[in-house]
């Protein structure tokens, strides 16, 4: 049973930070892409960053440049979203997602709220 399970999220001040986890099990997880998506209050899912499956290449949107990055365990199965100096505007559900050839898989996500 494929499961990708986030964790991390929670109620952060302006200028904090967070570290989200996404636990996946079920499928071959070091032969997976893995990506966070992020999806605010009345507005469309947003691709956050993406790491290859071995974890040499990462892909960052602009709006998070040098504020978030993308890492992954292979070894633990799980991929990680470090995010410093966070801002409202960065108030949203984010998921993870794992994609290989035809296989995407999605988690429930977990809300980070940025608010003082």
């Known amino acids: 049973q494929v499961q990708l399970v986030e964790s991390g999220g929670g109620l952060v001040q302006p200028g904090g930070s967070l570290r989200l986890s996404c636990a996946a099990s079920?499928?071959?997880?070091?032969?997976?892409?893995m990506s966070w998506y992020r999806q605010a209050p009345g507005k469309e899912r947003e691709l956050v960053a993406v790491?290859?499956?071995?974890?040499?290449?990462?892909i960052h949107t602009d709006s998070v440049k040098g504020r978030f990055t993308i890492s992954r365990d292979n070894a633990k199965n799980t991929v990680y979203l470090h995010i410093n100096n966070l801002k409202p505007e960065d108030t949203a559900v984010y998921s993870c997602?794992?994609?290989?050839?035809?296989?995407?898989?999605w988690g429930q996500g977990t809300q980070v709220t940025v608010s003082s």
């Open positions: 079920g499928f071959t997880f070091s032969r997976y892409a």
């Open positions: 790491i290859t499956s071995a974890g040499l290449s990462t």
């Open positions: 997602n794992a994609r290989f050839f035809y296989n995407n898989y």
